[in-house]
């Protein structure tokens, strides 16, 4: 019975992402400012497997297969799937010609539909991030993959994409999961935020995770110390961060705050900054934020 109902809870999260993605209006990816040159280099292989695919359709993929080549080196490589998950091209050939629509990633994540999800809206691009082994490795290692879809000249619909291990953290990422989950939160109101707990979810990857506050400064989501009340809290250099969250949300609405704040299981603090978006639904203020280590 447990387990049912834990399936259930799960499928329905999967089914309010899916149709509020589909309508929200985040960060356009391909039109994003990228802090790191390996980032925009990864974007634009993509982009111009696209271009191939809408003018040779099927017959590039035997292009993308050539190992050394600007689609396939080291650990990186560009694959291509089709909206009903279907591999045309993969650096794996025994993943050729079949169906990774129910692939998951060690934590459960069903990352190839949350591609499909990205490549859905007007965008028709987009980033998912989950875990998954570098080859010849035992241990998973976070994988942020960027996909566009693209017509063929059949008319057929293909997804390109291409991912980086262990790749730097860009604010632009940040920014978008922010806002998805700020506009989710607007849509379905607080029964959102069992979504993004849910580390099935693509708000949960590498050390990034979603919080939400109330205007009395206390953690309605947070995966360590919900609950709390941190209005008078502060870092290692005596800033009150929370406060300044909070105003932050009042004066602007939106916007980017640094402080000290100690990873997950370490003790210690490291240097961070977290973008946060103040949402009001029937009254209640929330702020949702997401954060990121500057080291």
């Given at each position: 019975?447990?387990?049912?109902?834990k399936?259930?809870q799960?499928?329905?999260?999967?089914c309010?992402?899916?149709?509020?993605?589909?309508l929200?209006?985040?960060?356009c990816?391909?039109?994003?400012?990228?802090?790191?040159?390996?980032?925009?280099?990864?974007?634009?292989?993509?982009?111009?497997?696209?271009v191939?695919?809408?003018?040779?359709g099927k017959?590039?993929?035997?292009?993308?297969?050539?190992?050394?080549?600007?689609?396939?080196?080291?650990?990186?490589?560009v694959?291509?799937?089709?909206?009903?998950g279907?591999?045309?091209?993969?650096?794996?050939?025994?993943?050729v010609?079949?169906?990774?629509?129910?692939?998951?990633?060690?934590?459960?994540?069903?990352?190839?539909?949350?591609?499909?999800?990205?490549?859905?809206?007007?965008?028709?691009?987009?980033?998912?991030?989950y875990l998954?082994?570098?080859?010849?490795?035992?241990?998973?290692?976070?994988?942020?993959t960027y996909?566009?879809?693209?017509?063929?000249?059949?008319?057929?619909?293909?997804?390109a994409?291409?991912?980086?291990y262990?790749?730097?953290?860009?604010?632009?990422?940040?920014?978008d999961?922010v806002n998805?989950?700020?506009?989710?939160?607007?849509?379905?109101g607080?029964?959102a935020?069992?979504?993004?707990?849910?580390?099935?979810?693509?708000?949960?990857?590498n050390?990034?995770?979603?919080?939400?506050?109330?205007?009395?400064?206390t953690?309605?989501?947070?995966?360590?110390?919900?609950?709390?009340n941190?209005?008078?809290?502060?870092?290692v250099?005596?800033?009150y961060?929370?406060?300044?969250?909070?105003?932050?949300?009042?004066?602007?609405g939106?916007?980017?705050?640094d402080?000290?704040w100690?990873?997950?299981?370490?003790?210690?603090?490291?240097?961070?900054?977290?973008?946060?978006?103040?949402?009001?639904?029937?009254?209640?203020?929330?702020?949702?934020?997401?954060?990121?280590y500057?080291?």
């Amino acid at each position: 019975m447990k387990k049912r109902k834990k399936s259930t809870q799960f499928i329905r999260s999967f089914c309010v992402l899916i149709s509020f993605l589909i309508l929200s209006v985040s960060l356009c990816a391909e039109d994003a400012e990228y802090q790191y040159k390996e980032t925009e280099e990864l974007v634009e292989l993509v982009n111009d497997a696209v271009v191939l695919i809408e003018e040779k359709g099927k017959d590039v993929f035997a292009e993308f297969a050539v190992q050394d080549s600007k689609w396939r080196h080291d650990d990186k490589y560009v694959f291509a799937i089709d909206p009903e998950g279907m591999v045309y091209a993969h650096a794996s050939a025994a993943l050729v010609g079949t169906n990774v629509i129910e692939l998951t990633d060690v934590n459960g994540k069903p990352f190839i539909k949350w591609i499909l999800i990205e490549v859905s809206g007007e965008d028709s691009s987009g980033w998912s991030h989950y875990l998954w082994n570098i080859p010849g490795q035992d241990e998973p290692t976070w994988k942020s993959t960027y996909v566009q879809s693209a017509i063929a000249p059949s008319g057929k619909k293909y997804i390109a994409g291409c991912g980086l291990y262990n790749m730097k953290m860009e604010r632009a990422f940040i920014v978008d999961q922010v806002n998805e989950a700020a506009d989710m939160i607007e849509v379905e109101g607080v029964s959102a935020f069992d979504v993004l707990r849910d580390p099935k979810s693509e708000f949960i990857f590498n050390s990034n995770y979603v919080f939400v506050l109330d205007e009395e400064g206390t953690l309605l989501v947070h995966p360590e110390i919900e609950g709390t009340n941190l209005y008078d809290a502060q870092d290692v250099n005596g800033k009150y961060f929370i406060r300044e969250i909070l105003e932050v949300g009042r004066e602007d609405g939106s916007g980017w705050v640094d402080y000290w704040w100690s990873k997950p299981g370490e003790d210690k603090t490291s240097s961070k900054s977290s973008y946060i978006r103040q949402i009001e639904i029937d009254g209640d203020i929330f702020v949702v934020g997401v954060g990121v280590y500057l080291e």
